[in-house]
Antibody, heavy 120, light 107 residues
Framework: QVQLQESGPGLVKPSETLSLTCAVS?????????WGWIRQPPGKGLEWIGS???????YYNPSLKSRVTISVDTSKNQFSLKLSSVTAADTAVYYC?????????????WGQGTLVTVSS | DIQMTQSPSTLSASVGDRVTITCRAS??????LAWYQQKPGKAPKLLIY???SLESGVPSRFSGSGSGTEFTLTISSLQPDDFATYYC?????????FGGGTKVEIK
C-alpha cells in the first residue's frame, strides 16, 4: 500500500522559507511517476503547487513559480518542497501526493496533510 | 491559465437522490479531468480520472462524463457517506488547476 507522509515546521515567519518533506513508503520513487505538492488555505479550495518526476524534471504553478523549488531524493525515497518569501497568504494545509502518469495529470495517493502557519 | 468553474457551489440533497455537479473549463481540455471527494480534515480522495474512468475501489454509483469544456459528476443514489465537498481538476499543458468545489449537504 502506497503511503505518503509530510513533515516539517508548522510555523514559519513571514519572509522566510517554508520547507517540507514527503516520505514515500510502499512504492519506490525511482520506479517512475510524478510526485506533487498541493495546498489548501483554511476553509478554501485546493491549489496545485508543482510536481516532480523521479528523474528530477519539474513543473510548477505559474503563479508560484518564482518562489517554489521541488526536489527529489531517490536514495531516501522522498521529495521536498521549498517556498520562499512566505506571507500570511501561504498559510495552508500542504499535501503531498502521487501522480500515476508520465506527465502531471491527477493524484491517486495523498498524504494526510500538514498545516503550516505563517506568522511572526 | 485554464480556469475551472464548478456549479453549484453548494447543493442540498437527501439520501437516495440523484446528484449532478458540473465543471466548466475556460478552454478545451479534451478528457483531461479528474474528480475528487474531500471530507472535513481529510485529504482529497480520487473518484474519477480521464473524465469518466472510475478509480479502483470507488462505488459504481459515481460516474463522470463530458469532454472539451463541460463535464459532470453524477452520484446515482446519494448515500450518507457521500456528504462531502467535491472538486474537479484539469490537466493541460503541464499545468493543473482545481475547481472551486461543490459542497453536498444534507437536505
Amino acid at each position: 500500500q502506497v503511503q505518503l507522509q509530510e513533515s516539517g515546521p508548522g510555523l514559519v515567519k513571514p519572509s522566510e522559507t517554508l520547507s517540507l518533506t514527503c516520505a514515500v513508503s510502499g512504492y519506490s520513487i525511482s520506479s517512475g511517476y510524478y510526485w506533487g505538492w498541493i495546498r489548501q488555505p483554511p476553509g478554501k479550495g485546493l491549489e496545485w503547487i508543482g510536481s516532480i518526476y523521479h528523474s528530477g524534471s519539474t513543473y510548477y504553478n505559474p503563479s508560484l513559480k518564482s518562489r517554489v523549488t521541488i526536489s527529489v531524493d531517490t536514495s531516501k525515497n522522498q521529495f521536498s518542497l521549498k517556498l520562499s518569501s512566505v506571507t500570511a497568504a501561504d498559510t495552508a494545509v500542504y499535501y503531498c501526493a502521487r501522480d500515476p502518469a508520465m506527465s502531471p495529470y491527477y493524484f491517486d495517493y495523498w498524504g494526510q496533510g500538514t498545516l503550516v502557519t505563517v506568522s511572526s | 491559465d485554464i480556469q475551472m468553474t464548478q456549479s453549484p457551489s453548494t447543493l442540498s440533497a437527501s439520501v437516495g437522490d440523484r446528484v449532478t455537479i458540473t465543471c466548466r473549463a475556460s478552454q478545451s481540455i479534451s478528457s483531461w479531468l479528474a474528480w475528487y471527494q474531500q471530507k472535513p480534515g481529510k485529504a482529497p480522495k480520487l473518484l474519477i480520472y480521464k473524465a469518466s474512468s472510475l478509480e479502483s475501489g470507488v462505488p459504481s454509483r459515481f460516474s463522470g462524463s463530458g469532454s472539451g469544456t463541460e463535464f459532470t459528476l453524477t452520484i446515482s443514489s446519494l448515500q450518507p457517506d457521500d456528504f462531502a465537498t467535491y472538486y474537479c481538476q484539469q490537466y493541460n499543458s503541464y499545468s493543473l488547476t482545481f475547481g472551486g468545489g461543490t459542497k453536498v449537504e444534507i437536505k
